[in-house]
């Protein structure tokens, strides 16, 4: 009986298992090891915690029925009618799958027979909740995607689905995962529904749910202290995070959960994506729903995804559509830390703290994007804060497509107002890093995102324009900053310590100026005149030094298209034409640069460009002129 089932075990998923090995005494110490370090960062709720929850479920419970009774009276039922019609509440999500920990909330969906409607959760059934002291903070988001009612229940917050099935009754041992509950469905209650079936599914394709749990806690702490885990912001969220789990255990039935984390990262460190990951063979249409399902065979967007995870409940949907070229080189690049930190961690030289240990995000990069959403209550800022978030990922896939950034990395992560600031408005940030392509001659480039922010911006306007509450007290800016600016932003605690490097030639960076944004424009402190040094008065310039400059003029010339070298070399002639006509020498130009005069040096070697044209050429050394025609050249080319 016991290989029987190690057989079915076995052959759960759309291939053979890798291995069918069991854990070793070392396997077991680290998961043991593992429990606990996942027990010391919250990922387990108490037992006073679980029972409380329980208990909460239960009101709701008796909440829901007495609400289906009275919406059956009204309708025509007798009281006997009313009472058996019944109703019930399922949990989906982390709750249902054993993994949430102290102070998640509960995902719930509430089936109703066929004669209850939608609008009536939406306004009788709401008015019920409001009418109960233990509960607060109700919020309907009726016009979302999947409709949604966000409440706190006596502590515990709770998102409420809602979805009607076409049977005149619900019975007590409804089963969500029989497809023929589907029928006669309108696509909000099939969405509504989803969510149970697929967290179902989940549950009864894996081998062992004990390993898959505490695995599954484990990759759960490590996306949230990276900065990957986010649906919403184009990185994973918490389904998308125990399907990858999930197949994990498929392929090592058998394993320990420590295994299951190492070889997790394995897996999907070299996983050739836009392979789809897969639970089991997607169901066909036997009942005819025709329902969408996912097939980029079929349909041209699904082609289209860059890291599909296919959900194992009909209809069979990407749960990670929202995933960008960037979103997806920054967790791939996580896989791979996080097979290093477990390999070494399995060889004791590192411990399962290693692998938590936070991102440091605001150390990562030189420049970075600052989205500020502003409200002037709390209730308007839960909404535009919400719809401002939802729409970033369309700011991320538009700079990837820009030609001089290599990279655009969001942190999900919202923070609040500067600080040291007291303000009476709501304020919610996010920041996104910029990783700039090199210039291999400058190592620099002028960049403009104007487009890119405009279109993020008109996104979100599009939406607040519909929705009074949206559109009134509320503000949205868009700001380029520097690393050493985020000081002003957010607190001294998650920035890095101030580097003490040169300044070097660097990327300037132009945002929009209309009234929602402010511009940054910094090309005077990007491209600061190039530093030489002094020289004695009466010095000339050596010989060697000629040959060094017309060599680099020539090169940058060289790099100009053909049509524009005329341009250039006329460009270059009337500046030296310009400088000669205030002195009383002239200047005889070589081959692209003037030759060297003897005047005395009455300014700095790092004079800029502006005070030069001013001076006559007497008062300019050889050396000036030189640095002056240099960064010219530089200003010119790069405009």
């Known amino acids: 009986m016991a290989s029987q089932g190690s057989s079915q075990r076995a052959n759960l998923g759309v291939t053979s298992p890798i291995s069918v090995a069991g854990p070793t005494a070392r396997d077991v110490r680290l998961s043991s090891h593992l429990e606990t370090c996942l027990r010391s960062h919250g990922m387990f709720d108490s037992k006073d915690g679980q029972d409380h929850r329980l208990l909460v479920l239960g009101q709701l419970n008796e909440l829901m029925k007495k609400w289906i009774y009275e919406v059956s009276v009204r309708k025509g039922k007798t009281e006997q009618e009313a009472k058996e019609v019944g109703g019930k509440i399922f949990t989906f999500g982390s709750y249902r799958l054993g993994v949430h920990g102290k102070g998640a909330d509960i995902d719930t969906l509430l089936v109703a027979p066929r004669h209850v409607d939608r609008s009536e959760f939406f306004s009788s059934f709401i008015e019920m909740l409001q009418e109960e002291k233990s509960i607060t903070n109700i919020r309907a988001v009726e ?20 979805s009607r099935l076409s049977f005149p009754s619900v019975a007590d041992n409804l089963n969500l995962l029989d497809a023929s509950l589907l029928k006669n469905l309108d696509q909000k209650s099939v969405r509504s529904l989803n969510g149970c079936r697929v967290t179902d599914a989940i549950l009864s394709l894996v081998p062992n749910q004990e390993s898959f749990r505490l695995a599954l806690r484990a990759i759960k702490l490590w996306a949230k202290r990276r900065g990957v885990y986010s649906n919403a912001l184009g990185y994973l969220g918490g389904v998308s995070w125990a399907m990858l789990v999930a197949r994990t255990c498929q392929l090592y039935p058998n394993a320990a959960a420590s295994t299951i984390v190492l070889k997790f990262f394995f897996i999907f460190q070299r996983w050739e994506w836009p392979q789809p990951v897969l639970l089991k063979k997607m169901d066909e249409d036997l009942l005819e729903l025709k329902l969408p399902q996912w097939d980029p065979k079929v349909n041209p967007s699904d082609r289209a995804h860059l890291m599909p995870i296919i959900t194992p409940a009909y209809p069979a949907q ?37 692998l938590f240990e936070p991102l440091s995000f605001f150390g990562l990069y030189k420049h970075y994007i600052v989205i500020c959403a502003k409200s002037s209550s709390v209730e308007h800022h839960i909404k535009w804060s919400g719809l401002v978030e939802s729409k970033i990922r369309i700011l991320v896939s538009k700079l990837e497509f820009n030609d001089g950034i290599e990279l655009a990395h969001v942190y999900p992560t919202a923070y609040g107002p500067p600080p040291g600031e007291n303000r009476s408005e709501q304020v919610s940030m996010w920041f996104i890093g910029l990783e700039f392509k090199k210039n291999p001659s400058t190592g620099g480039v002028n960049i403009t995102i104007t487009y890119e922010i405009q279109v993020f911006s008109n996104a979100v306007l599009k939406v607040s324009h519909a929705n009074p509450d949206l559109e009134n007290g509320t503000e949205l800016e868009v700001k380029h900053v520097r690393r050493k600016q985020l000081a002003e932003y957010l607190p001294a605690s998650l920035l890095p310590p101030p580097s003490k490097r040169k300044r070097s030639v660097g990327s300037a960076v132009e945002t929009p100026s209309p009234i929602l944004y402010r511009r940054q424009r910094q090309r005077e402190d990007d491209l600061s005149p190039v530093s030489v040094p002094k020289r004695p008065k009466s010095e000339k310039r050596p010989p060697e030094d000629k040959k060094d400059l017309e060599t680099a003029v020539s090169s940058l010339v060289q790099k100009r298209p053909t049509e524009d070298k ?17 002195g009383s020498k002239p200047v005889q130009k070589s081959s692209a640069v003037g030759q060297d005069n003897q005047s ?9 460009v502006s005070s030069l044209h001013h001076s006559t050429l007497d008062e300019v050394s050889s050396q000036s002129l030189t640095q002056v025609l240099y960064v010219s050249l530089l200003w010119y080319i790069y405009q």
């Open 143 to 162: 016009e979302a995607y999947v409709p949604v009612i966000k409440l706190e229940f006596d502590g515990v917050e709770m998102d409420l689905l809602f």
């Open 600 to 608: 005395t040096e009455k300014q700095d070697a790092d004079s800029s």
């Open 566 to 582: 005329k341009e250039l070399e006329s460009a270059l002639s009337s500046f030296v034409q310009k400088l000669s006509q205030s």
């Open 318 to 354: 990407n749960s990670t559509f929202n995933v960008t070229y960037s979103t997806r080189s920054i967790m791939i690049k996580e896989f791979n830390r996080g097979l290093d930190v477990c390999t070494d961690i399995t060889l004791d030289r590192k411990k399962w703290e290693d």
